[in-house]
């Protein structure tokens, strides 16, 4: 390859680079209201260039001289991401069901919240379902784990009856280990005797 | 009694090779919500249908047609949901469900994507990440939406 050939060569790559850099898809990153208005950011970054987005609406967007920041707004989101915001899945959701002391059997208020409650969780397209049972601290580990999971399978069993599928529903124990109200150990408190039922 | 034991050593070969098998599959990281138009999950080079309650795994790739969209649950909790013309790929995936802590990686290399982040950023602000063919979001446990090209 000739001297000439090969400076013809490098100048065009040279010409060609910023036409190809130029055609890479360009990122653009806009932060949601939160629905809970909690604080929340997100970083944006790219190589050494970092843009923090911490309000709804703010947005970072790319171009040929790096990231910057701007201001989006509830129309823009919804033209640009309206199919992807039309196709979100419903948000996990959490009931709790309370139970006698020392047994599997629901409270009298559960026992009569418990269709309703767990028909909502059986309405969702493909309920996928954690159950969690717990126990107060009275009493030893072993059989605490053995009554939480006994809570547990009283639920699984209920929400299968109202139509969810056996294979989409989990039950775990977590016997005394994690109090809704933490108490020293033997103290009898209601609010402990629970199952937490997790669907998403 | 010799060919019931030869039998019963076969059903126990079988049995740790299921096993093993089992083990070798990538576990069930997250699930099909919304499937609208043309949706593939992409796994091993090959392309399924992406149907409501199919279940996903780590480096699986969800691509949408120009009609499509879909929407997934991840097993933090998290929600992604992706619009037309979409290419989004689960790179990564692990979670101690009794701590809640994990890694999360994504990539959306086209299209749009809209993220209600779970328990795994919750838990720590630098465990989840989705990545665009020119950039790296860093999630602390947020709502966003993401597109590239355009």
């Known amino acids: 390859m000739s001297r000439s050939t090969r400076a013809c060569l490098w100048r065009f790559w040279a010409a060609l680079l910023p036409a190809l850099v130029g055609c890479a898809p360009m990122t653009n990153v806009v932060l949601l209201p939160q629905p809970d208005g909690r604080p929340a950011s997100v970083v944006v970054a790219k190589g050494e260039q970092q843009v923090v987005l911490a309000r709804p609406y703010e947005a970072a967007r790319e171009s040929s001289a790096g990231v910057s920041a701007y201001a989006s707004s509830a129309q823009e989101v919804q033209q640009r991401f309206g199919p992807a915001l039309a196709a979100q899945p419903g948000r996990a959701a959490k009931v709790t069901l309370y139970f006698v002391e020392g047994k599997d059997a629901l409270t009298e208020e559960s026992r009569a919240l418990v269709d309703n409650m767990l028909a909502e969780v059986a309405r969702r397209p493909v309920p996928d379902v954690l159950v969690v049972g717990h126990t107060d601290l009275v009493g030893s580990h072993a059989s605490n784990d053995a009554l939480a999971q006994r809570r547990g399978e009283v639920i699984r069993t209920e929400l299968v009856r109202l139509g969810v599928p056996a294979e989409n529903i989990q039950v775990i124990a977590r016997g005394k280990r994690e109090p809704a109200i933490p108490t020293a150990d033997g103290v009898a408190e209601p609010r402990n005797r629970r199952v937490e039922i997790i669907v998403r | ?150």
């Open chain 2, 1 to 150: 009694m010799a060919p019931y034991g030869k039998q019963s050593r076969k059903a126990v070969a079988l049995a740790v090779a299921a096993g093993l098998a089992g083990a070798a599959c990538a576990e069930d990281i997250g699930q099909i919500k919304v499937s609208r138009g043309q949706v593939a999950v992409e796994r091993m080079g090959a392309a399924l249908p992406a149907t409501v309650g199919m279940r996903l795994q780590a480096s699986d790739t969800i691509r949408t047609g120009s009609d499509g969209s879909a929407g997934i649950t991840m097993n933090d909790d998290s929600l992604l949901s992706t619009g037309p013309n979409s290419v989004l790929v689960l790179q990564r995936f692990a979670l101690d469900p009794a701590t809640s802590q994990g890694r999360f990686d994504a990539a959306l290399d086209k299209g749009s994507l809209v993220v209600v982040s779970g328990r795994i950023a919750k838990q720590s602000p630098e465990a989840m990440t989705v990545r665009t063919p020119s950039a790296i979001i860093g999630v602390r446990g947020t709502e966003f939406a993401v597109s590239v090209g355009e």
